[in-house]
């Protein structure tokens, strides 16, 4: 059965960092690329970051471009989304999502998602 759980949010002052985690089971990495996501109160979700399969390729939303890092820990089956130099607009639930593509994309269409893990970014 295919499930994405994610982990580690939390509540974080501004300057601060997260990794978030994405553990991904009933796929293989190898084949599906990971995508994550965030959506604030009131806005669209949007994408942030995606891992291709087998690490083909990654991307990065213009917004977190040089603060944020994704990678993947093949044998663990999960992904990570390193987050650092947080800001207040960074506060939204993050969803990671899978899709069945090697070089990955960042709009919201992937097949699969997980249930979203909260970050709060506050003084």
């Known amino acids: 059965q295919l499930q994405l759980v994610e982990s580690g949010g939390g509540l974080v002052q501004p300057g601060g960092s997260l990794r978030l985690s994405c553990r991904v089971s009933g796929i293989d990495l190898d084949y599906y690329g990971i995508g994550w996501f965030r959506q604030a109160p009131g806005k669209e979700r949007e994408g942030v970051s995606c891992i291709g399969s087998r690490g083909a390729s990654t991307n990065y939303a213009d917004s977190v471009k040089g603060r944020f890092t994704a990678s993947r820990d093949i044998v663990k089956n999960t992904v990570y989304l390193q987050m650092n130099s947080l800001k207040a607009e960074d506060t939204a639930v993050y969803y990671c999502?899978?899709?069945?593509?090697?070089?990955?994309?960042?709009?919201?269409?992937?097949?699969?998602w997980g249930q979203g893990t909260q970050v709060t970014v506050s003084s």
């Open positions: 999502a899978a899709d069945m593509v090697a070089f990955c994309g960042l709009d919201p269409t992937y097949d699969y």
